[in-house]
């Protein structure tokens, strides 16, 4: 029997500890990795980069390649550097996405775009991009290389989608979890992926892994979604209500405007196309996403998708790496509450 969400047991709250604890030696290569291909000659390039990728960040992509190497009983090394170059992968995405999105902050610090500029954050990021395919190439996988360069690819088509989808509030369900499935998802299901092409299992290996790391990947945006607008911005590390200033139809706007009333639904358009911002908006905007069942909805549909991941982890067997990776989910749901 696959294990279920939320049996911890009263004693404690779900956390990434067992993660860290099983790959805390693995994760010291990856860093060495990290901070020497980080380097440039082009002093910059280093400061910017490293202001993000030292900046608190959980490395939660990179361990879970090297988690899921554990559980494939890996012996090699190689995951070291697929790792690092799964971690420079988010972190261009990142100094992307702050650019595209005018954030400010981002894990409670300032971000590289609001130190540095938009064009260097941009090139810097391009610089990143660029060490994770030169680490790709050093592993001489093609199949590691085609699943990591597709995974790059369906982000950005996410990215542009989500842009093109932005301001749209009458955008569908089903559209925005392709988003999402898209631009957070990809990259969770690729870091796994490759663990099983690095120890060299079949490929029902490979999909099991790659459904762990999607469904994984879906819960932890949702929930992301859903504490854009029901936390602090000490517990989100960026200002709250982001995503309702920038006109970010997410799940539980979709789900509001759904049900809401003619009333409701005209306020929605005003405020998704920038024309209710204020703090009184935001706060409206709460109310009715409380009474409408949005926010609690939208953790459910997350619950959802974090029991698909850890049922994908059904075929391995029972140990320190299954116990953490069905850990992580649990996590993942945990920041919500």
């Known amino acids: 029997m696959s294990a279920t ?14 993660i860290i604890q099983l790959v805390a030696a693995d994760l010291n290569h990856v860093n060495t990795v990290i901070l020497e291909r980080m380097q440039s000659k082009v002093a910059l390039i280093p400061e910017l980069a490293g202001h993000l990728i030292a900046g608190g960040g959980k490395r939660m992509r990179p361990m879970l390649t090297l988690a899921c190497a554990r559980l494939l009983d890996y012996p090699g090394s190689r995951h070291h550097k697929l790792a690092a170059a799964v971690e420079f992968i988010h972190t261009a995405t990142l100094l992307h996405d702050d650019v595209v999105d005018g954030s400010g902050l981002r894990r409670g610090r300032r971000t590289a775009n609001i130190i540095w500029g938009n064009p260097a954050s941009i090139l810097v990021g391009d610089f990143l991009f660029s060490r994770s395919f030169e680490l790709m190439v050093e592993d001489g996988s093609v199949k590691v290389l085609r699943i990591l360069s597709r995974a790059s690819a369906v982000i950005a088509e996410g990215e542009v989608d989500q842009l093109t989808a932005q301001r749209q509030v009458e955008t569908d369900e ?7 499935s898209a631009k957070t998802a990809a990259l969770f299901a690729a870091a796994c992926r490759i663990a099983a092409v690095v120890a060299e299992r079949d490929e029902d290996v490979e999909q099991a892994l790659d459904a762990y790391g999607r469904n994984l990947g879906i819960a932890f945006q949702l929930i992301d979604d859903a504490i854009d607008y029901a936390s602090s911005a000490e517990a989100m590390g960026k200002g709250v209500g982001d995503d309702f200033r920038d006109g970010k139809v997410t799940l539980p706007v979709i789900l509001a405007f759904a049900r809401g009333s003619d009333e409701d639904r005209n306020f929605w358009r005003e405020a998704m196309s920038g024309g209710r911002i204020d703090d009184e908006d935001l706060a409206h905007a709460t109310r009715l996403l409380r009474q409408s069942g949005a926010i ?25 790496a299954k116990s953490a990776l069905a850990e992580a989910v649990e996590f993942a749901i945990s920041r919500a509450y």
């Open 174 to 180: 089903d559209h925005y979890l392709g988003i999402i």
């Open 296 to 320: 609690d909805d939208t953790i459910a549909r997350a619950r959802t998708y974090g029991q698909r991941a850890i049922d994908a982890l059904g075929p391995f067997p029972a140990g320190k």
């Open 5 to 18: 969400i939320h049996q911890l047991g009263p004693s404690r709250s779900p956390s990434l500890d067992p």
